[in-house]
């Protein structure tokens, strides 16, 4: 009961009959969706892994909300900082201060300080990303090598990304280091976890170890996407306030 008491959390704006017909729906989120009489939704944690710590956050985000961050993304992706790169070949955008601003944005950021138990200003603008078919981001860490990046607001603890999107297939995200068995990575059999994309759930995990150094088991990648899109947003969290 007190696990359930801190995990609940109201999602705004209440989901429709239709919304929620179509989560109860997903075989995959059956066992774990709880849906109130008054229509709130419970987000329901998942240790994936402790060391690197991996937390799958199931129900995080509503769809209007999914769809209201694919909304404002999609017409910036192609004037926004996206690289193309053999690192990574999506494409991205950040959010603006206003756009930050917005009730729905701000609902989701105060979520996510909930969740991670990280202030909301130590965050850093929140990054949109759309791949296409066969793009990928290959392994990489989220913290800083190069220290200059960490004057201000200090290095980055964490990272939370949101999944926008299931019709996708590949795209999952990669880590090598946090697990023994085999799984897919965009069709391709690895040996490592591999979590995928599914609309509404948010993955958080923590570029430090409980002994406060950088932990490099969190080296991580986007598998390539097979069909369809993934979309994604990018929540990365400093050790310090960034305002
Ligand atoms: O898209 C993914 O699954 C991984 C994204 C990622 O590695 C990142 O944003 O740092």
Not at 34 to 58: A, M, N, T, Y
Not at 106 to 128: C, D, K, L, T
Request: net charge neutral.
């Amino acid at each position: 009961m007190a696990h359930r008491l801190l995990t609940s959390h109201r999602l705004p704006p209440n989901p429709s009959a239709e919304e929620r017909g179509r989560r109860g729906a997903r075989s995959d989120l059956l066992v774990i969706i709880d849906w109130d009489e008054d229509g709130s939704v419970q987000v329901k944690p998942e240790i994936l892994s402790w060391s690197p710590r991996i937390i799958l956050f199931h129900n995080f985000l509503s769809m209007q909300e999914c769809d209201y961050l694919k909304a404002i993304g999609r017409p910036r992706l192609a004037v926004s900082l996206g690289v193309t790169s053999k690192v990574r070949t999506s494409s991205g955008m950040f959010l603006t201060s206003e756009e930050q601003n917005l009730p729905i944005i701000q609902a989701i950021e105060n979520r996510i300080a909930v969740f991670s138990q990280i202030p909301a200003e130590n965050g850093e603008q929140m990054q949109v990303l759309r791949y296409k078919q066969s793009q990928f981001y290959s392994l990489h860490f989220d913290y800083f090598s190069n220290v200059s990046h960490t004057k201000k607001g200090g290095q980055r603890v964490a990272t939370m990304l949101m999944y926008l999107n299931d019709d996708v297939e590949g795209g999952e995200t990669f880590f090598p280091m946090a697990a023994a068995g085999e799984c897919s990575c965009g069709g391709t059999m690895v040996r490592g976890l591999c979590v995928k994309p599914s609309q509404g759930d948010a993955l958080l995990f923590w570029s430090l170890g409980l002994n406060g150094k950088l932990d490099p088991d969190t080296m991580h990648a986007g598998c390539p996407v097979l069909r369809g899109e993934k979309w994604s947003a990018t929540k990365w969290m400093r050790e310090r306030t960034l305002r």
